[in-house]
């Protein structure tokens, strides 16, 4: 077994160890990755062939967590790992994007890369730890690839950029992205950041520079001790080269004048580029009759991989050479724009933004705390209380066919606008808040269309947004061995496809708040970075001028279908005075009263909140919970009812929770025998005084009598003094039945009662 371990450190001294050749040694490439007690494995398979007719890269990577990694059970009835959750989904996502653009374009075999997480303590974040580990199993195989990488995290605390930060950090992190890069260009970066400048995002991309290159030579390091440098061989294409010169020739003028003319939409544009194809398949066939039918087919196919070069490479001149776009904007133009919000009448919130050919339609449902989303991940415990959906059917771009489930890209593009506008509700807002974003129509950024809708759709709901937020995808244009470069400002579809970035971001008049960047070209410099931020947000801050046009902040007031909800604080410990046993007084009080309540506990403190449709219904259930935690103050009058009758008196429930004795003395100014001598029945309301609090047992002493008139002539009894005991020596213990030592039998049926006024001076049991 030959084990090869290779250590790399991270700027404050932590290190990270790659472990290969001790477990799946089956697979073309495998290692474990470790970080303090974080412990991921990471595989690599490739089939040997293509399959024929695949024309793209067959890739597919998943990352899985597995409970045990930190001791825990899976829930559900099953107790067993199922299908990827969202945070899985998101980080196969991260990682598959930064490898994807280094397999060799002509590389058409399945490759599949699975990331498991085998151990964690929850205190470093193992997802920032796949892209290492994928691509350090990449480098012990020897499956065609351009090069390594590796993917860090990179948080802002306190002024300083910190790598791989641990979860308690991240507390205090006002920036939180991902990069992904080789030793000499960054390929990837998503993340979030609290209004940041462009310049603090540009010095943490180099922090993550500095800190990925390492990374990388170690890599290198470890593929040459391996003797997995040189890569195996393949032949997954065969091309006609002198059919890919002709149909250059024959074409590129035709598609240049489309690209030149910028009068054209989408659909007219596809349809013109699919004119030029089909009519050089139709000259060619008919000049070729000598070939059979499925000869032409392959040649077709082979039409169809060359004319995308074509069409990539006139498009990319057309902008270059004379500032043109696909449909005729300069570099730096925003489609036109328009925006409507309320244009459905029963959701809590909702609008239209429309940015040229691309539409999202989103509505905001406020709910109560129970709507909250439950999270149980591995490493992750929670509820959220804002909530974002994105949705993509096929119809928005024109497509034939079925919608099916919600696929990885809607998970991705929906966490973009998340991270992009959850910063701006206010903690203190008492709703949870659902956005969901219907796209209508595609051709270019649906994900920023979803941040401007939903922003929209939020103020249009009255959620008091700390401030507006819009986003933008921008372009780039650079050709290898060409100073020359074009940014783009809100890109459309063809441009996101045939360019070599797509960096998408999103902020307020402020600063940013998540970003997104993909990028296909080497050799993508700060200088070039600075310009593309500072070129949208120039495009940001249009935009949003746009929306504040058509509303300019938050609704002062909820729609009427809206549920209302008020929060209040109760001290700690009255917590479970309002819940009670069995959580039967607050089930109470929610029957009695048509709202809906809610406890936590957060701060050291109760919050409680209160939701019903109707001002009267939550006004009823706050009377009954301040009057659960209100304090009962010596001297106040209550209107109490009687819950329990005793000989010496009766209790009487003052507030919620809180029973007082009245004695039977206390009742009325004239001596009574029983309680019932006074009419009073259990369930009966009186009023009462709060004579004085027991300090010590914290009993309440109530009176009727003093809120009665005082009889006239009426003399208070006097109360007989107690007399001196002395020492009475030892007690001798006495037998059965009262039977004294001495044979004596006490005769208790014909003792004297003592007045209930003299036991009082002895027993005040209130």
Known sequence: MNVITKTVSLPDGRTISIETGKVAKQTDGSVVLRMGNTVLLATVCAAKDAVPGTDFMPLQVDYKEQYSAAGRFPGGFTKREGKSGDNEILTSRLVDRVLRPLFPSNYHAEVYVQIMLLSADGVDQPDALAGFAASAAMACSDIPFECPISEVRVARINGEYVINPTFEQMKDADMDIMVGASAENIMMVEGEMKEVSEQDMI?????????????????????????????????????????????????????????????????????????????????????????????????????????????????????????????????????????????????????????????????????????????????????????????????????????RGVGRREIGHGHLAWRGLKGQIP?????????????????????????????????????????????????????????????????????DHLGDMDFKTTGTLNGLTATQMDIKCDGLSFEILEKALMQAKEGREHILKCMMETISEPRKELKPQVPRIVQIEIPKEFIGAVIGPGGKIIQQMQEDTGATITIDEA????????????????????????????????????????????????????????????????????????????????????????????????????????????????????????????????????????????????????????????????????
């Open 427 to 495: 903690e203190d807002f008492p709703y949870t808040v659902r956005l969901v974003s219907q796209i209508l129509e595609s051709n270019g950024s649906s994900s920023m269309a979803t941040v401007c809708a939903g922003t929209l759709a939020l103020m249009d709901a009255g959620v008091p947004m700390k401030a507006p937020v819009s986003g933008i995808a921008m372009g780039l244009i650079k050709n290898p061995g060409e100073e020359k470069y074009a940014v783009l400002s809100d890109i459309l579809g063809d441009e």
């Open 603 to 766: 701060d050291g403190v109760g919050k409680v909140q209160v939701s019903a449709p109707n001002k009267d219904a939550i006004d009823a259930a706050l009377g009954k919970i301040k009057a659960i935690v209100a304090i009962p103050e010596v001297g106040e009058v209550y209107e109490g009812t009687v819950r329990s009758i005793m000989p010496y008196g009766c209790f009487v429930e003052i507030m919620p929770g809180k029973d007082g004795l009245l004695h039977i003395s206390e009742i009325d100014w004239k001596r009574l025998e029983t309680v019932e001598e006074a009419g009073i029945k259990e369930g009966d309301k009186i009023k009462v005084k709060l004579m004085e609090i027991d300090p010590k047992t914290g009993k309440y002493k109530l009176s009727h009598r003093v809120l009665l008139e005082k009889p006239e002539g009426y003399v208070e009894r006097e109360r007989r003094p107690r007399g001196e005991r002395g020492d009475r020596g030892e007690r001798r213990p006495r037998r059965e039945g009262g039977e004294r030592r001495d044979g004596r039998r006490e005769n208790r049926e014909h003792r004297e009662p003592r007045d209930f006024n003299d036991s009082l001076d002895h027993n005040n049991d209130f």
């Open 203 to 403: 010095g943490a991309l180099k922090a993550a520079m500095a800190a990925i290159k390492p990374m990388c030579e170690l890599q290198t390091e470890l593929s040459k001790e391996l003797g997995t440098d040189v890569k195996r061989e393949y032949c997954h294409e065969v091309n006609d080269e002198e059919l890919r010169e002709q149909l250059r020739k024959e074409t590129y003028d035709k598609c240049y004048a489309i690209a030149e003319s910028g009068d054209h939409d989408k659909k007219s544009r596809e349809e013109a580029f699919d004119k030029i194809l089909s009519d050089f398949q139709e000259a060619y066939d008919a000049a070729h009759t000598d070939l059979t039918a499925e000869e032409l087919d392959e040649k077709h196919a082979e039409m169809v991989r060359y004319y995308a070069d074509v069409m990539r490479d006139s498009m990319r001149r057309c902008i270059l050479d004379e500032g043109k776009r696909l449909d005729g904007r300069k570099t730096t133009d925003i489609r036109p724009i328009w925006c409507e919000v309320s244009p459905l009448p029963m959701p809590h919130g909702s609008s239209i933004f429309t940015r040229g050919e691309t539409q999202s339609l989103s509505t905001c449902t406020l709910g109560t705390k129970m709507d909250e989303k439950l999270v149980d991940d591995v490493l992750e415990r929670g509820y959220q209380r804002f909530l974002l959906h994105y949705n993509f059917p096929p119809f928005c771009t024109g497509e034939a066919k079925a919608q």
